[in-house]
């Protein structure tokens, strides 16, 4: 009799044991399921926000790409009247990235996906950071603009605007080819 009780005993004990781990393996995947479908929408979002980034530097660089053009037209003059020109620094977002880095979906992403969209935002740093050093570079010569004389002053604006020209087209490179990669119909 007490066989028959320790083999029942062990027998409900293992049936426990089996359910236990069954349930924990079934919310281990079900989890599983849940990140991934999560990976999906951060996936969508970073592709979401390089869209709409490139969008508004697209069109950040064809309005510096015209004032280029006037000040590269009065060169040939005597007056410089001054110019503007516009930074893309505060239209550049990088939320879905920084949201994306810090979920618990973020290890069930394509390592491909990540390593570019890393890459992305990598050079969107730099963008950003020669921004800034531009606005200084060219609020030292504001500064200075009454000592210096109308050509230097063109000069020196014409280079701030270069500079900030190649940077930007290096960041719409990297939107592009990040575009044609992962989403080649909104490229």
Known sequence: ??????????????????????????????????????????????????????????????????TMDYLDSLSTLESFGGFAFEVADDLVLQSAWTFTQSSKAFSYMDPEFLTQAAQVYEVQSYYRDANDQSLVYLGD????????EEHDLLN????????????????????????????????
């Open 1 to 66: 009799m007490k066989k028959k009780a320790v083999a029942q005993i062990g027998f409900e004990f293992l049936s426990v044991v089996f359910a236990v781990l069954l349930a924990l393996g079934l919310n281990s995947y079900k989890q599983g399921l849940d990140f991934e479908n999560e990976s999906d929408l951060l996936r969508e979002r970073i592709i979401t926000e390089v869209i709409a980034n490139k969008a508004r530097l697209d069109s950040v660089i064809i309005r510096n790409e015209n």
């Open 141 to 148: 010569i504001m500064l200075k603009v009454s000592e210096l």
């Open 156 to 187: 020196a604006c014409q280079f701030y605007l270069m500079n900030l020209l190649e940077v930007s087209h290096e960041l719409q490179d990297n939107y592009r080819d990040f575009l044609d990669t992962f989403a080649p119909d909104q490229s």
